[in-house]
Structure formats: structure tokens, C-alpha cells
């Protein structure tokens, strides 16, 4: 079972809309998790972390953070063509890498 | 302020020889983590080096090797490469004083080709 699990997507959404993206964890020690954002043939760029249950929002980015359920997510208010990217979800002491989920944001 | 710089950018070896990646942590940062990131995947931990030593290790044979220099700096070296050793190999420094679990600032990574 892999420890963090995203949906590879592709996600699509239409400028402006809001982008939901999903990750569950098995680890229930995990503490603290992150969301990067890749684009194609870049680095990960770390986006927002979060380390306590309920909600932290930062610009057009909210994370949100159950660890009873073991689920993490990531909403884009607003979003745009230039948000297109795979998103990374990550947790746990090593910090454990999903397979990210690819959001297309159409004009 | 320079982030986290990696070379070589690109590289293409042989099966069987060995390679040295570099990188240089973003200032201020003390402890850098190496990752390996195949093609439509996430990134794996390799290791993390603080204070010039192993902190932790991911599920990688010990063909790969790491050294952290009294500058922060780092190397990542793997041995005896496998076709299979072939992807984006990234660096990431963090402040965390060798600390799990804190934002990491990844490099724009170095791209391994085993022919």
C-alpha cells in the first residue's frame, strides 16, 4: 500500500472555476504535509504546508487537513491556464511523495 | 539570495560506471535531502545528510552513497548504475536543523541517463 495516494488525474477546469485536488496517507504518525506544484521538465515548488487539522489559506490556495480521516486537499480559487501543473502531495517524516494529481486549467 | 544549485544539469553514462551529482543548499539552510524522481512520479527519498552525516535513509541499495562538506554542500554518488538509475535526481535543503518533516526547496534537479 503506498503511504500517500493521489489520483493522477488529469483534473480539468475552466478558468475561474475552483480546483479541488485530493490525497489520503496511511501513516497516522505523519505530522506534517505539504502541496508542490511541478511543471513539466521543472523542480517541485514547495506551495503550502499544514500542520494542524482544519484549514490554512494563503492568497487563491487553501489547505485543508483531517487527520482523523487521514486526508489531505488543496483548493485553487480562481484558477488559471498558468496553474496547469502536477500537483504533489506530501507527508510523513521522510516526506513521502504521492504520484501527484495533473490539473489543466482551460481559458 | 541563490537557491538550491545542482550540477551537472544533464549527464549520460554507461551500465556499470559510477556518478557524482552535486548541489549547494539555498543560504541559510543546513540539512539537504536527495531524491530520485522516475518519469510520472512523485519523488522517492534517497537520504538526508545534517551536520556532515546520514540522518536518514530511505529504500535505496547502497550503491548510493552521500557526503555532506563543512559548507552545507552535498554529493550524491551511485555506483555501479543500473539502466533503471535513470531519472531526475533532486536536491533539497531545508533549515530544520537536520528536523523531518520541514519545508524543503528543491533544486532544479540532474538529469540522469543510464544507456
Known sequence: ?107 | DAGVTQSPTHLIKTRGQQVTLRCSPKSGHDTVSWYQQALGQGPQFIFQYYEEEERQRGNFPDRFSGHQFPNYSSELNVNALLLGDSALYLCASSPGQGALGSPLHFGNGTRLTVT
Open chain 1, 1 to 107: 500500500q503506498k503511504e500517500v495516494e493521489q489520483n493522477s488525474g488529469p483534473l480539468s477546469v475552466p478558468e475561474g472555476a475552483i480546483a479541488s485536488l485530493n490525497c489520503t496517507y496511511s501513516d497516522r504518525g505523519s505530522q506534517s504535509f505539504f502541496w508542490y506544484r511541478q511543471y513539466s521538465g521543472k523542480s517541485p515548488e514547495l506551495i503550502m504546508f499544514i500542520y494542524s487539522n482544519g484549514d490554512k489559506e494563503d492568497g487563491r490556495f487553501t489547505a485543508q487537513l483531517n487527520k482523523a480521516s487521514q486526508y489531505v486537499s488543496l483548493l485553487i480559487r480562481d484558477s488559471q491556464p498558468s496553474d496547469s501543473a502536477t500537483y504533489l502531495c506530501a507527508g510523513g517524516e521522510k516526506l513521502v511523495f504521492g504520484t501527484g494529481t495533473r490539473l489543466l486549467v482551460s481559458p
